[in-house]
Nanobody, 125 residues
Framework: QVQLVDSGGGLVQAGGSLRLTCAAS????????MGWFRQAPGKEREFVAV????????YYADSVKGRFTISRDNAKNTVYLQMNSLKPEDTAVYYC??????????????????WGQGTQVTVSS
């Protein structure tokens, strides 16, 4: 089992950058595929990015490709989401998710069994 704590959200102007952090507890972090989803007001939660347990494979939603980068540090039990060139439409609550032994495809489709509490990202125009 793993517990996830999201942080790093805030208010930023369009074109700016933020880095989200997801800190995980547990001794088997390196066995989890990790990802980020987001939910804007009045909309369903949507996939943003995922990374394999080794960090060797990543996959992004088309809407963030080229602007966001997901990475992980297994020694620190942490996954990051670097967000550049932010747009007002990126405004949402961002959630970290983890899936034990998931493929990146499965995690991107359904999310994992574990979720963080979410962190608010607001991009002003």
């Amino acid at each position: 089992q793993v517990q996830l704590v999201d942080s790093g959200g805030g208010l930023v102007q369009a074109g700016g950058s933020l880095r989200l952090t997801c800190a995980a507890s547990g001794r088997t972090f390196s066995k989890y595929a990790m990802g980020w989803f987001r939910q804007a007001p009045g909309k369903e939660r949507e996939f943003v990015a995922v990374i394999s347990w080794s960090g060797g494979n990543t996959y992004y939603a088309d809407s963030v490709k080229g602007r966001f980068t997901i990475s992980r540090d297994n020694a620190k039990n942490t996954v990051y989401l670097q967000m550049n060139s932010l747009k007002p439409e990126d405004t949402a609550v961002y959630y970290c998710t983890a899936g034990l032994s998931y493929t990146t495809g499965r995690l991107a489709t359904s999310g994992g069994a574990y979720w963080g509490q979410g962190t608010q990202v607001t991009v002003s125009s």
